[in-house]
Antibody, heavy 124, light 111 residues
Framework: QVQLVQSGAEVKKPGASVKVSCKASGYTFTDYYMHWVRQAPGQGLEWMGWINPKNSGTNYAQKFQDRVTMTGDTSISTAYMELSRLRSDDTAVYYC?????????????????WGQGTMVTVSP | QSVLTQPPSASGTPGQRVTISCSGSSSNIGSNTVNWYQQLPGTAPKLLIYSNSQRPSGVPDRFSGSKSGTSASLAISGLQSEDEADYYCATWDDSLNGQGVFGIGTKVTVL
C-alpha cells in the first residue's frame, strides 16, 4: 500500500540542525511532489514547502526560506527536510505529505498520504 | 496567526448537521481551490475534501464542501461520535511566490 515512513524523534539544542527523512513506498516517488508540514504542540498546521523529486525543484515558505533545505534521493525513494539554526519555537511534529493527483490533475494544497510524523524537540 | 479564518470550535448532537466556515482573501481562496482535513487526536491529518467539493475515495458522503468567492465551508451531516476531531481548511496563496496556507483549525465536539 502507499505509505510514507518517517525517521524517529529527535532532541536538539538551540542553534543545531535537524534532518528528518521520509521514505515513500507503494507508488512512483518521482511522480508526485512531496510537501512538509509542521504542527507545534497544541497548535495548528503550518506548511513549510515542497520538493519535486523528479528534478529536485523546491519552493519554501517565506518564513523558512533561509533555514530549510528539502532534498530527495530517488534511488531509495526518500525525501529529506533539514532545518538549521533551531530555536525553541521549532519544537513541533514534522510531517511529510504526498501531493494529491487524480484523473490527470494535481491539486495544490491537497495532500492524500501523510507520514506518521516526527517529533523534534529543541531544548537547552 | 493564519491568513485563513475558521471558528475555533463547533458542536452538535449525534445526527445533527454542523457547518464550519473558512474565510480568506482574493490571493488565496479567491483564486485557488480549497481542501479540508480531519485530524483525530494524536494522528496525522486526513484529506476529507479536495478541489472545493470533491471527496477522495473512502470518505463518507456525510462530508461535503463548498466555496463562494473568498469563503469556503465544510458541512458534516448526520454527525457521529467518531467525527469529533479538529478540521482544517487549506489552500494555496498566490502572494509571496505561492505557498500553502492552513486555517487555524476548528474543534468539533459531539455533545
Amino acid at each position: 500500500q502507499v505509505q510514507l515512513v518517517q525517521s524517529g524523534a529527535e532532541v536538539k539544542k538551540p542553534g543545531a540542525s535537524v534532518k528528518v527523512s521520509c521514505k515513500a513506498s507503494g507508488y512512483t516517488f518521482t511522480d508526485y511532489y512531496m510537501h512538509w508540514v509542521r504542527q507545534a504542540p497544541g497548535q495548528g498546521l503550518e506548511w513549510m514547502g515542497w520538493i519535486n523529486p523528479k528534478n529536485s525543484g523546491t519552493n519554501y515558505a517565506q518564513k523558512f526560506q533561509d533555514r530549510v533545505t528539502m532534498t530527495g534521493d530517488t534511488s531509495i525513494s526518500t525525501a529529506y527536510m533539514e532545518l538549521s539554526r533551531l530555536r525553541s519555537d521549532d519544537t513541533a511534529v514534522y510531517y511529510c505529505a504526498k501531493g494529491y493527483c487524480t484523473g490527470g490533475n494535481c491539486y495544490w494544497g491537497a495532500f492524500d498520504i501523510w507520514g506518521q510524523g516526527t517529533m523534534v524537540t529543541v531544548s537547552p | 496567526q493564519s491568513v485563513l479564518t475558521q471558528p475555533p470550535s463547533a458542536s452538535g448532537t449525534p445526527g445533527q448537521r454542523v457547518t464550519i466556515s473558512c474565510s480568506g482573501s482574493s490571493s488565496n481562496i479567491g483564486s485557488n481551490t480549497v481542501n479540508w482535513y480531519q485530524q483525530l487526536p494524536g494522528t496525522a491529518p486526513k484529506l476529507l475534501i479536495y478541489s472545493n467539493s470533491q471527496r477522495p475515495s473512502g470518505v463518507p458522503d456525510r462530508f461535503s464542501g463548498s466555496k463562494s468567492g473568498t469563503s469556503a465551508s465544510l458541512a458534516i451531516s448526520g454527525l457521529q461520535s467518531e467525527d469529533e476531531a479538529d478540521y482544517y481548511c487549506a489552500t494555496w496563496d498566490d502572494s509571496l511566490n505561492g505557498q500553502g496556507v492552513f486555517g487555524i483549525g476548528t474543534k468539533v465536539t459531539v455533545l
